[in-house]
């Protein structure tokens, strides 16, 4: 009889050490997660940034004017988004994430490394570039509003710096008055040597002829 209370004991310690281990191990995980959390909130706004920042490019090498004025209304819809109640706040992600079911989805680009946003945009107008340009941003200030990349710093899509950042209105007028690009002139075939490197032979990369030995002598 002695037996089974000792062997009964042996399990019920072998439980509680499991589940005392499982505990212990659980609480020293839960900093690694809040990072690992951490670091998935921030790739992400990090990653729609890049795509908003192709989409700006674009619009300011099209038209400065008006990118400043889409930013504009992007940062108001900003303004608007923290200051909605919650209920609001999950209707308008609701809309947005019907369109944009995966965050792929955003990539409206979506080409090769080495295809210039202009040949890749070239098929879509500025309406449609600012139209998507703006639910990024509305989808980063949604996110941010309601929590659900945690109680970190995240950098908001806009900021009212940015709207008085001189260097944009510098980089508006540069833009603005840049010449356009001319192609670099073709050089023509002239008798006698017009350009370095030309010469007068038809065949100037033939080796040079050998002397004419009887006319020498």
Not at 147 to 155: A, K, S, V
Not at 186 to 206: K, L, R
Request: hydrophobic share 35%; aromatic share 10%.
């Amino acid at each position: 009889m002695q037996w089974i209370w000792l062997t009964a004991a042996a399990i019920i310690g072998i439980i509680a050490g499991y589940f005392a281990g499982w505990r212990v191990a659980a609480v020293a995980m839960r900093p690694t997660l809040q990072e690992l959390n951490q670091n998935l909130a921030s790739d992400r706004n990090l990653a729609l940034g890049v795509l908003r920042r192709e989409l700006a490019n674009w619009m300011f090498r099209h038209d400065p004017d008006r990118y400043l004025q889409t930013y504009k209304t992007a940062h108001e819809a900003t303004k608007v988004i923290s200051k909605i109640d919650n209920r609001e706040q999950l209707e308008e992600l609701a809309k947005l994430t019907e369109r944009h079911k995966f965050y792929k989805d955003f990539d409206s680009i979506a080409t090769r490394d080495y295809v210039l946003y202009a040949d890749a945009l070239s098929g879509n107008t500025y309406d449609e570039v600012e139209h998507h340009y703006i639910d990024i941003i509305r989808f980063q200030a949604l996110q941010i509003a309601l929590n659900h990349w945690g109680n970190w710093d995240i950098m908001p899509p806009t900021n009212d710096a940015e709207l008085g950042d001189p260097s944009v209105a510098h980089r508006r007028e540069g833009h603005q008055e840049q010449p356009a690009e001319s192609p670099p002139p073709v050089p023509t075939q002239t008798q006698g040597a017009s350009y370095p490197g030309q010469t007068d032979d038809p065949n100037p990369n033939a080796l040079p002829r050998k002397p004419d030995i009887k006319a020498a002598s």
